[in-house]
């Protein structure tokens, strides 16, 4: 009995011992002084990081907007695909430099992290080939201008504009609004359409029975008036005679020279003014028939 009395004491104890101190460490008011002043320092480290990061990339669109508007000349799609590249960057280095600020509000020995982090990231590099891939492939897309944000490209089976190129990844967004996030290693086949200036296509069926000259003629005079009308037409528009001929019609070619991606707008509004045009100067476009023959009935022989 007196060992287990003694057991029992020696557990009264410790657990007397254990709330006291329990007791101690929730009334210690230096450690909640320490924990409040450690709490508003990560508070104020965040809240700056996010202020400072909002200012440098206002910054760094301000100045590319005004050298754009300047008097010298410079690459637009140049510039906003580096100001999107410098803002990333800025973004990743001021949060960087948070989470070592936060540590340090936390006692933890930041150097000695650092250079623990060095030695994991060499050991990693060997493992992260791909994502060195994808910073130099993105790295090349830029520098040799591959091409750039708002350009209007095709990466595959992707057909969108540029809404962004990053150190690793680029993306595009699609006709419908679809995003399509491509790691910049994998990006090998592009198809850049707003580099060059495009070419608006536009095919005029007309009827056999329609005067060629006449109708050549009153197209040349037509087409005379459409650089006027549409600004995104770099030089006259072209006629260059008949394209094809059908069992049912000719069909004749306009060309027109546009601005970058702007083919697509300028031919439907020439295909609307050929309509009305070709309706008033009473040139017949053919429409479909159907020609139905009936064999005569033959007379049963007698």
Same mark, same amino acid.
């Given at each position: 009995m007196s060992t287990e009395k003694q057991d029992l004491e020696s557990v009264t104890k410790d657990f007397g011992e254990a709330t006291a101190k329990t007791k101690d460490a929730i009334f210690d008011e230096a450690m909640w002084v320490n924990i409040g002043v450690i709490s508003i320092k990560v508070i104020l480290i965040a809240i700056a990081a996010g202020i400072v990061v909002r200012l440098v990339k206002a910054i760094i669109r301000?100045?590319?907007?005004?050298?754009?508007?300047?008097?010298?000349k410079y690459n637009e =799609?140049?510039?906003? $695909?580096?100001?999107?590249?410098?803002?990333?960057?800025?973004?990743? !280095?001021?949060?960087f430099m948070a989470i070592v600020a936060i540590l340090s509000a936390f006692s933890i020995n930041v150097t000695g992290l650092i250079a623990g982090a060095g030695v994991l990231g060499l050991a990693v590099g060997f493992g992260a080939q791909n994502?060195? =891939?994808?910073?130099? $492939?993105?790295?090349?897309?830029?520098?040799?201008?591959?091409?750039? !944000?708002g350009d209007f490209v095709r990466i595959g089976v992707a057909e969108g504009t540029v809404e962004e190129i990053g150190l690793r990844t680029t993306k595009v967004k699609g006709v419908g609004g679809e995003m399509f996030i491509f790691p910049n290693g994998n990006i090998t086949d592009v198809v850049n359409f707003s580099i060059n200036n495009s070419i608006a296509v536009v095919d005029v069926n007309v009827a056999y029975n329609a005067d060629i000259n006449k109708v050549e003629s009153l197209i040349q005079g037509f087409l005379g008036t459409l650089q006027d009308k549409y600004e995104q037409i770099i030089k006259p528009p072209e006629f260059l005679g008949v394209q094809s001929l059908t069992p049912t019609e000719m069909v004749v070619r306009i060309v027109a020279e546009t601005l970058p991606m702007q083919h697509f707008a300028v031919a439907r509004g020439m295909r609307r003014d050929l309509k009305e045009f070709l309706d008033e100067n009473n040139i017949e476009v053919p429409l479909p028939q159907m020609v139905m023959m009936q064999r005569p009935q033959q007379t049963p022989p007698k």
């Open positions: 301000k100045s590319f907007s005004v050298r754009i508007k300047g008097p010298l =799609r140049r510039q906003q $695909t580096l100001s999107k590249l410098l803002e990333n960057i800025t973004a990743y !280095v001021i949060y994502l060195v =891939r994808d910073i130099i $492939t993105g790295f090349f897309i830029i520098f040799e201008d591959q091409f750039s !944000v």
